[in-house]
């Protein structure tokens, strides 16, 4: 059975970094994408970077280039995302997605079999 969950999330200030977490079972880092999407409220769910099977490469947005980090803890079976120099423009609900079906880019949300429940960011200015 495979779980996700989400943890980190929080309220900051523009500028400001968080450090978001995904603890995962049933799915595999050396066999498995991973990735973080996020949904804006009234918006589509998009996504914000991923990680290929055995961590490379990695893959963002253009709107979280430079800014935002994705990473795994082998040992701890997590996956994070870094978030640097926030702005208002990424408030959101963040999900941990996993193992993306063949044929699918990373960024397509239909793509991914495996889905957790999110953890909320909040930027203000």
């Known amino acids: 059975q495979v779980q996700l969950r989400e943890s980190g999330g929080g309220a900051v200030q523009t500028g400001e970094s968080l450090r978001l977490s995904c603890a995962h079972s049933g799915v595999s880092y050396t066999s498995d994408w991973l990735a973080w999407f996020r949904q804006a409220p009234g918006k589509e769910r998009e996504g914000v970077a991923a990680i290929y099977p055995g961590g490379d490469p990695t893959y963002y947005a253009d709107s979280v280039k430079g800014r935002f980090t994705i990473s795994h803890d082998l040992d701890k079976s997590e996956l994070h995302l870094q978030l640097d120099n926030l702005k208002p423009e990424d408030t959101g609900m963040y999900y941990c997605?996993?193992?993306?079906?063949?044929?699918?880019?990373?960024?397509?949300?239909?793509?991914?079999?495996?889905w957790g429940q999110g953890t909320q960011v909040s930027v203000s200015s």
């Open positions: 997605a996993a193992d993306l079906r063949s044929g699918y880019k990373w960024s397509t949300q239909r793509g991914y079999n495996y």
